[in-house]
């Protein structure tokens, strides 16, 4: 099994409401089930609803890999019912940070008077991790590699890479192109089967066209710069993920179809979306 699904696709906010109830409003997390291995990908809001179908597989292990730690990738971790059960095992990673650790910047969002539960009082047993720039995580005995490389965001932010069975999805997220494609974009994607990607903006609203605020600097990239990629790189499908909280369902559709015109093989991710890995290069 190599299966990917999306609980969460929208970036900086959750934008709930009618007109994105096709895309759906939560925030980034997206889950992978590969060998016998349950990897989750950040922990938007989306977490919360992938934690109320977890809870009937319990006990369970899961391993979750933050790309960073703006809200929008943790505020669902506070709500996720199954790390509130003894008997679940939950591994988090993210990136090594000189300021605070993973486990410290979860504590605080729980803190007095943010939340009213900490992160003590949740029973499921953790281990934490932070990473350094390509430190490799092997799971299911070696047959799953996991490793991360730097994005360009505020802050910093980790693009991970996971390989199974000659196979490989990219999750790269909060990651903003220079005048030149990043070259460590371009490696972590090269060949990858599935290539999730920042696809925040399109084109004009990046650049600040018609009277809007540019977005230069605010590490997100756009769907053209992210099918680019995609053709370089070699993948099988691209995937247009983190939408802009104020673009709606028809919106982000028209971004789809831009970006098709480039790479024929692309998706914009939607919540409940699943992708067959080994499917993945004959999708479209």
């Not at 004009?204 to 680019?228: C, F, I, N």
């Amino acid at each position: 099994m190599f299966r990917v699904t999306f609980w969460g696709v929208r970036g900086s906010i959750p934008s709930p409401g009618p007109h994105t109830v096709g895309v759906g409003g939560n925030t980034s997390c997206v889950e992978v089930r590969v060998a016998d291995q349950v990897v989750i990908f950040d922990g938007g809001t989306g977490l919360r609803a992938l934690g109320e179908k977890l809870v009937r597989e319990m006990p369970l292990t899961a391993h979750l890999f933050f790309s960073h730690v703006h809200w929008d990738h943790i505020q669902g971790f506070p709500f996720f019912l199954p790390a509130f059960v003894p008997g679940n095992t939950f591994h988090l990673y993210g990136g090594k940070n000189v300021s605070r650790t993973l486990e410290e910047t979860l504590q605080g969002q729980m803190n007095y008077p943010n939340f009213p539960v900490k992160l003590e009082e949740m029973s499921g047993a953790m281990t934490f991790r932070d990473l350094h720039d390509q430190e490799e995580v092997f799971l299911a005995d070696g047959k799953v590699r996991i490793f991360g490389v730097p994005g360009n965001h505020p802050n910093g932010v980790l693009c991970y890479r996971l390989e199974y069975g000659g196979r490989s999805i990219v999750y790269a997220t909060d990651t903003e192109h220079y005048a030149v494609h990043d070259p460590n974009i371009l490696a972590v994607a090269k060949d990858a089967d599935v290539f999730i990607y920042d696809s925040q903006y399109t084109p004009e609203e990046y650049a600040g066209e018609g009277g809007r605020r540019p977005k230069v600097g605010w590490g997100h990239s756009t769907m053209l710069e992210g099918a680019t990629i995609a053709k370089l790189a070699g993948v099988g499908l691209y995937v247009l993920y983190h939408h802009d909280p104020t673009q709606n369902d028809e919106a982000v559709r028209e971004k789809e179809r831009r970006a098709r015109e480039v790479f024929p093989n692309a998706v914009a991710a939607y919540e409940g979306l699943e992708i067959d890995v080994t499917q993945a290069r004959r999708r479209v």
